[in-house]
């Protein structure tokens, strides 16, 4: 929601006595809706006047009287300990902060009123400057309770303080210290954050946050919405020389002529970014011309509950674009209902589901874009403008995105000039809060949730940059590494994946290690107790590199080698064929036009086994055939690049299920959609490899089932 001026320090008020958050009565009138969705308390404001750095101030009191006044801080986790977000790096090589966004719910326990002049905190322990807000003025009546808004408007460095202390200075009291222990908060998901439930809208465009949660600033007076965004998306406008969020120059001399689709965000598709539940939702109403928002709150909007004790709001959706199907049912106010709360048809969604586009409905500010916030309990109904539930705002923080400061005011970051500090990852391993005044580009390497409880998960053409995201994605669901493969198409280095369940498997995977890397790493991970599962060899910058995975389980004795040439490849074949070993995995490269064997051979009895490594592509199909005659079916297959030719490795044996299937020569669109077929008939993939035919990236697949 937009974030218009607003004083300083905003505070809410309550008409009664309340022993906790969640029992804070409303403002007398009831709700109050502003073209901010910000509502105002009634009765007190807190004016930030000087503020002094450095050490604490002291001054001698007047007065001998212990304050009598209690807090209640807000927000906390389970534990009572004060929950701060991590704030992704501004730029690459930058460090990651934290913010805390504290409100202490104040209760004034005497029979006069007394006023907060001044608000001192502290980090003891650590080396982060005590901040010392002076000037203030905020009066609570005797028996009253207002909430104060905690004047820390930094974000700060690691390592984080065990505790924050808070010094306030009521007239007529001595101060009086509070303190809390502090808690870095991880979103209840399984890595701790959420997917930005969007995409790039096109190469230079990105999404953006103008809002800040210091206090005065929209969302921060408002409890819940304490650590929300409002997103649009922003082109660098080299006239204004600022990030504008317009299709028009910023420096437009009749803003007022602007449409709706003249905002970069107007119309950008929405997905939901967890799996969870759609509780309330409203979708007919219209959305507002630019520079005119007379409409009702969140205008077209859905509240999502994900199962994890996050409840997120999707606010200020585009007319018309919400499926029908999420919203069969519109939720109403009491108001709006006569005198009956009205909630909407509860609606399952899955990760990554399209729910509708950005637009202009709602309290928006007379301009479009989308606001997207997470509390941790239900609204009393659609609206809740008076937070009757007592909600929390949460931290949301994001993972598979790439994030960078835009500068003050939007006009700080020039992306033409050269030699400026890149893009911070922002990656599963450690999901981030965006800065304030930041720019978002999301999933850049695509959007393809991860079901958990199949049988198999495949993944194929992923680029070196997006290797470990997609990776990561899979074993976190739960997935450990079956096979790899990767391969070269045009100079950059593409990876094939598959992934069963873990099973309570202890795994380890490593990819890209050299030669001597490799080596190490084999004889380092063996002595731990785990064995060789596969190994892929291949090319990438006209070097040997290599892929492995091993497991802790027990299996056949096994003999592994790699980069081998030709004469130690027959002297391995002669002498392990005689010892009753067989290979299981087979890959060939070639390094200036001499070939290099890495193999994996195991003890075991499968009947015959007959194998190849030097099949060219023109022969393929005869010698899959012959196999095939002779009772075999195929097991593995590896494909490269020999003397300008594709060349495949594969390995037939007898004693395996005869439901099994091969296919060479595909496209990457035909492997994705073969592979759900085989998958559906109960044949998972057992070896797959990608090359370059043409410049043009091909695949070869085998599925075995049972």
């Not at 998901?189 to 005065?216: E, V």
């Not at 297959?637 to 099994?660: E, S, T």
Request: proline share 6%.
């Amino acid at each position: 929601m937009t974030s218009l001026p607003a004083p300083m320090g905003i505070t809410r008020t309550a008409d009664a006595p309340a022993s906790r958050p969640s029992t804070v009565t409303a403002p007398a009138g009831g709700r109050r809706l502003t073209p901010s969705w910000l509502r105002r308390a009634v009765g007190s404001t807190f004016m930030i006047g000087a503020i002094v750095g450095g050490s604490l101030l002291s001054a001698p009191s007047a007065f001998a009287l212990a304050s009598t006044f209690t807090y209640t801080p807000d927000p906390v986790n389970g534990a009572g300990a004060v929950i701060v977000e991590r704030v992704a790096p501004v730029t690459d090589g930058s460090s990651a902060t934290w913010r805390m966004n504290l409100d202490l719910l104040a209760k004034n326990n005497s029979g006069a009123g007394h006023t907060l002049t001044r608000v001192v905190i502290a980090y003891p322990g650590s080396a982060i400057a005590t901040r010392d807000v002076t000037g203030l003025s905020q009066a609570i009546s005797a028996y009253q309770q207002a909430w104060v808004i905690v004047p820390e408007n930094r974000t700060l460095p690691f390592p984080l303080p065990s505790t924050v202390q808070v010094t306030l200075y009521w007239n007529g009291y001595d101060a009086q210290t509070v303190s809390y222990p502090l808690a870095l908060y991880r979103d209840n998901t399984l890595t701790g954050g959420y997917r930005f439930p969007s995409i790039q809208k096109a190469a230079g465009m990105y999404w953006s946050i103008r809002n800040t949660q210091d206090i005065g600033a929209g969302h921060r007076g408002f409890r819940p919405q304490k650590f929300a965004y409002d997103l649009g998306v922003s082109r660098w406008d080299a006239t204004a020389h600022a990030w504008v969020e317009t299709r028009a120059a910023a420096s437009d001399p009749n803003p007022g002529t602007l449409t709706n689709d003249d905002y970069l965000s107007f119309g950008m598709p929405l997905y939901a970014m967890h799996a969870g539940t759609i509780i309330e939702c409203r979708s007919d109403k219209p959305d507002n011309t630019p520079q005119n928002a007379p409409g009702t709150a969140g205008g077209n909007s859905l509240w999502i509950d994900f199962g994890n004790g996050e409840i997120g709001l999707y606010a200020h959706l585009e007319a018309g674009t919400m499926p029908a199907a999420l919203c069969p049912v519109q939720s109403k106010t009491a108001n709006e209902n006569g005198g009956v709360v009205k909630h909407a048809t509860h609606v399952a969604v899955s990760e990554g589901q399209f729910l509708g586009r950005a637009g202009n409905s709602g309290a928006t500010g007379g301009h479009p874009h989308f606001h997207l916030h997470l509390q941790d309990r239900a609204p009393a109904d659609w609206i809740d403008g008076n937070d009757s539930v007592g909600a929390q705002g949460l931290p949301l923080l994001f993972d598979h995105a790439l994030m960078r400061t835009a500068g003050a005011n939007m006009a700080g970051f020039d992306p033409t000039i050269s030699g400026q500090p890149g893009w911070s990852k922002v990656t599963a391993s450690a999901p981030s809060a965006m800065p304030s005044f930041s720019l978002n580009n999301p999933n850049s390497c695509g959007w393809k949730p991860v079901p958990t409880g199949l049988a198999q998960w495949e993944r194929h053409a992923i680029s070196a940059t997006c290797f470990q995201e997609v990776f990561s994605d899979a074993t976190i669901k739960g997935y450990r590494p079956i096979f790899l493969d990767a391969y070269d198409v045009n100079g950059a280095s593409y990876t094939n994946m598959v992934f069963r369940p873990t099973a309570g498997v202890a795994w380890k995977a490593y990819a890209g290690m050299t030669d001597a890397g490799y080596q190490s790493t084999f004889t380092t991970v063996t002595g731990l107790g785990y064995r060789l599962l596969q190994v892929d060899s291949y090319l990438s910058g006209g070097t040997a590199h290599y892929d492995a995975i091993f497991v802790k389980q027990a299996g056949p004795a096994y003999v592994a080698y790699h980069g081998v040439d030709a004469a130690i490849e027959s002297f391995n074949v002669t002498s392990l064929t005689s010892q009753g070993y067989h290979p299981v995995s087979m890959s060939v490269i070639s390094v200036g036009g001499v070939r290099q064997w890495t193999a994996l051979w195991v003890q075991s009895n499968v009947g015959t086994v007959h194998w190849s490594s030097g099949i060219a592509e023109a022969n393929y199909a005869s010698y899959i055939g012959t196999q095939v005659s002779a009772g075999l079916k195929q097991v593995y297959v590896n494909a490269y690049l020999y003397n300008g030719g594709v060349y495949f490795a594969a390995i037939f044996v007898q004693n395996v299920p005869a439901n099994w299937v091969t296919e060479f020569g595909i496209s990457s669109s035909q492997l994705g959609t073969d592979t759900a077929t085989q998958v559906a008939a109960g044949r998972l993939t057992v070896a797959e490899t990608g090359y370059s035919k043409g410049g043009v990236a091909t695949f070869a697949a085998v599925w075995l089932g049972n």
